[in-house]
């Protein structure tokens, strides 16, 4: 399986946005790329939203190509649909339940086996969560002082299409409407970037 290794903060300067929510990240930005730079050619601004977006969940290119081809398809919106699509991945669910503290390491918690699916252990990164879902740490993980303490801390932090409970465990009551998902990204540009290659 393919990883994204390369330094999250070099990462968040070149970019010129937080896509990892880190608190200290925000420090990079001042030397990095604006949103409104005036260099970049209309082909370049759509390149940097695709990778802002791409690094957002920590998604290989090959993989997210698939994920704009699907949307495209899609009878709803575009745009609207590839955020869906990314947001109701396994990895990103577990982040959003607070369970990881980031993205990367959400992925790294369902490959070892620690999250499980409606009962079941599922070690996908990539499946994509499905409305009545309910995703939750395995028992033998609960007891694992990092997560007791993500949840902990994440507990107060709620999303309109998840349900917590304080048994370290969520559920996805509803599909993620474009403007309940928090991220900054003119998905429009994303479209526009890929529907010149596809």
């Known amino acids: 399986m393919g990883r994204m290794r390369h330094p999250r903060f070099k990462q968040v300067r070149r970019l010129g946005l937080n896509?990892?929510?880190?608190?200290?990240?925000?420090?990079?930005?001042?030397?990095?790329?604006?949103r409104d730079d005036k260099k970049l050619t209309e082909y370049g601004i759509q390149l940097l939203e695709k990778q802002?977006?791409?690094?957002?969940?920590?998604?290989?290119e090959k993989q997210f190509r698939r994920y704009v081809t699907n949307a495209l398809t899609s009878k709803e919106t575009t745009g609207d649909e590839l955020i869906r699509q990314l947001e109701t991945r396994l990895d990103n669910i577990v982040y959003r339940l607070g369970l990881a503290s980031s993205?990367?390491?959400?992925r790294q918690?369902?490959?070892h086996g620690h999250i499980h699916v409606n009962g079941k252990k599922l070690d996908k990164p990539s499946y994509a969560v499905k409305v009545g879902d309910v995703i939750s740490l395995r028992d033998k993980s609960k007891k694992?002082?990092?997560?007791?303490e993500n949840f902990e801390t994440n507990y107060l932090t709620n999303y309109p299409y998840l349900s917590k409970e304080e048994d370290m465990k969520g559920t996805l009551v509803k599909m993620p409407a474009r403007e309940e998902v928090p991220i900054e990204i003119n998905d429009q540009l994303v479209v526009e970037f890929y529907s010149r290659l596809i």
């Open 103 to 106: 993205i990367r390491q959400a």
């Open 109 to 111: 918690m369902v490959v």
């Open 19 to 34: 896509v990892y929510g880190h608190p200290k990240a925000n420090k990079r930005l001042g030397k990095g790329l604006g």
């Open 144 to 148: 694992v002082e990092m997560f007791k």
């Open 52 to 60: 802002r977006l791409r690094e957002y969940y920590n998604v290989m």
